[in-house]
């Protein structure tokens, strides 16, 4: 049975930093693209930021700059540097591996606020 479990969410104070981590257990990772969405109260799910397994990154433009996606397939872990928080952050970070079938997370809560 494939899981993926978040952690390192939390609040943070405007212009801070978190980091996400993502593990994966009950498969390898190598072959899949990783990836970190977000869902905002009363918003759609929007992908965030996803790497490949040759490891080619690609960001939305909301965090271009600001967020660096990477992984460590011996570890099956993704993560999701989050630096320059800002408010708009806000919202319940999930973690996919995607093939010809999408694997979730339960989620991650972040809340960027003063």
């Known amino acids: 049975q494939v899981q993926l479990v978040e952690s390192g969410g939390g609040l943070v104070q405007p212009g801070g930093s978190l980091r996400l981590s993502c593990v994966v257990s009950?498969?390898?990772?190598?072959?899949?693209?990783m990836a970190w969405y977000r869902q905002a109260p009363g918003k759609q799910r929007e992908l965030v930021a996803s790497?490949?397994?040759?490891?080619?990154?690609a960001y939305s433009d909301s965090v271009k700059g600001r967020f660096t996606i990477s992984r460590d397939n011996t570890k099956k872990t993704v993560y999701l540097q989050m630096n320059s928080l800002k408010p708009e952050d806000t919202a319940v970070y999930y973690c996919?591996?995607?093939?010809?079938?999408?694997?979730w997370g339960q989620g991650t809560q972040v809340t960027v606020s003063s």
């Open positions: 009950g498969r390898s990772v190598t072959a899949y693209i």
């Open positions: 996919s591996m995607q093939q010809t079938t999408v694997y």
């Open positions: 790497i490949t397994s040759r490891e080619s990154t």
